[in-house]
Structure formats: C-alpha cells, structure tokens
C-alpha cells in the first residue's frame, strides 16, 4: 500500500512545478510533499530534498492512477505538449477520481474561456470543463504571463540590438514564475476554496513591449530596439532562428492576443493569494541581466 500524501504536485521537475516544490516546503513538511514526474533521475533529486517522488506520464493512467494513490489534494500543471495536452489531463483527472484524490488544482491561461489567443486557450478550456464533468472538488489557477517568457529571450535581443514581437503597444500584465508558483503553494495547503473557484492570476504591474526594450537599453547602456512585426513574419523569424513551427505559431498568436489585451489584467488576487506585491517586472529583467 502506497503511503498518504497530502499533497502532490505533477509536472514537479519541470520550470514552475521546482518553484511550487519550493513553496511547498517553506510551509509543509517535506514528507506530506510528493512529486509527480516522467524520469527515474528526476524522481532521485526530489527524493534527496525529503519529498516523495513517482514516476509516471501523462500518457499512462494506470501509472498515474497507481502514483495518485493516499494522496488528498493534487496540482495539475498543465503538460507542454501543446495539441496533446487536453487528452493527457483528461487521463491526469480519470486517474485522480479513480485513486480517490479529494481536490484538484489546475494551472490554466488567464480568462482562459474569454481570451483572444487563439492556440493556447482552448486545451485549458477542455481541461476545466473536464474537471467540472469529474465531480473532483477543483479549482482553477489562470496563469498569466511569466516575466521569464521575455527574460529568456534577452540574449539575441542583445546581440541584434532589436527586441522583435507582434504585440504591438498591448500592455503585459506578468509576474515572475515563482509568485505564480507560491499562489499555487497557498492555494493547496490553504482552506480549500468552494469547487469550481476560478483565480485569475496575473501581475500587478504591466508593460508594453517598447517599454520593456527600453528598459533594457537603460539597465545595459546599450540601444535596444523594438520592431513589431505581423503575425506571419514575426513566426517566420521564429522559425528562422530555429523554432518548431508549431511553437513559433503559438507564441505568434499569444503575442497577437496581447496586442488586443488578452494578457492585460487589473486583477490582483494574485498579490491577494501570495501576501504582497507581485514581483515587479523589472526587478525580473534586472536580475535576469546580471
């Protein structure tokens, strides 16, 4: 018999799945902790910080139905496999009710059911309706942009001297992954909220992608630009510079939804979950550069 778990986070090696870890063990014990991921070496480095890890895919529900087993409330974060990923949570969901998982959280896209993305939203759809059809007491975290999204592009901005993008002057409203990730943490280990609940997460501050450039140029005292670009040409350039088609088209089309404000939000239950201001983008970027 599987030992119980009050929590467990899927995804847990990933980019924000290490964050929620973290957050999680800076308020629980490590040994109510247990982390879900796909490599046997994965599964070692969390074992070496006390939490309990299994090993099981997306793609394998009697893996994952065994991994769920003892444990009271589970994070889904969604899978990367954008086309692939409304049925793997489907198998994540089946798999949770059938091991007697009493709540589900899932990480979802900001105003997931309203937004003009067109390529990211309608998978997280599918998964919260998935959920609502379970009868899984769940909630839904939905995500904005992480700062890191832009950070992670700063070296050939740097080298071109050009920020490129689509998004025209439509104002970003992130955060930096690690408050999103302690809103998950809060969320879990705190009193559960009524099923159904919907968190629509984004940061306090926004910024278009010119001010962004700008504030590069100012913290590097080197002139960075911002070209805007259609849709096309910006995935085109994407692709040029060795993206797959599909992820090149996807971040076309995010950059193209926030040109008509679908990653703006004045919403601040996130800064209301973690207990503070959201992380301010440009101490990201800061630290990003040094």
Do not use: C
């Amino acid at each position: 018999m599987s030992e119980g778990l009050t929590y467990m986070v899927t995804g847990a090696s990933g980019q924000l799945g290490a964050l929620v870890i973290e957050a999680l063990l800076a308020r629980v014990p490590a040994s109510a902790i247990g982390a879900l991921v796909r490599r046997e070496d994965a599964a070692e480095a969390l074992r070496a910080k006390g939490v309990t890890a299994r090993v099981a895919g997306y793609d394998d529900p009697a893996a994952l139905e065994t991994a769920f087993a003892g444990v009271e409330r589970l994070l889904l974060i969604s899978s990367n496999e954008i086309g692939s990923r409304a049925d793997q949570h489907r198998n994540v969901i089946a798999a949770a009710e059938a091991a007697g998982v009493g709540f589900v959280a899932y990480t979802s896209i900001l105003r997931a059911d309203r937004s003009p993305l067109t390529v990211l939203p309608g998978e997280h759809v599918a998964t919260e309706q998935a959920l609502a059809a379970s009868g899984l007491p769940h909630a839904v975290l939905r995500n904005g942009w992480y700062t890191e999204n832009y950070t992670g592009t700063l070296a050939p901005a740097l080298e071109h001297g050009a920020m490129i993008g689509t998004a025209g002057e439509g104002r970003i409203s992130s955060a930096a992954r690690a408050d999103y990730a302690e809103a998950a943490a809060a969320v879990l280990t705190g009193t559960l909220p009524p099923s159904g609940t919907v968190f629509e997460l984004a940061g306090d501050h926004a910024f278009t992608l010119p001010e962004f450039a700008g504030a590069v140029s100012e913290l590097t005292g080197k002139e960075i630009g911002y070209v805007d670009m259609s849709p096309e040409a910006f995935s085109g350039a994407l692709t040029g510079a060795g993206l797959p088609q599909p992820v090149a088209e996807m971040l076309a089309d995010s950059e193209k939804g926030a040109s008509l404000g679908g990653l703006y939000s004045e919403d601040r239950t996130l800064s209301e979950l973690i207990g503070r201001p959201t992380t301010p983008w440009r101490e990201t970027l800061a630290a990003a550069l040094a």
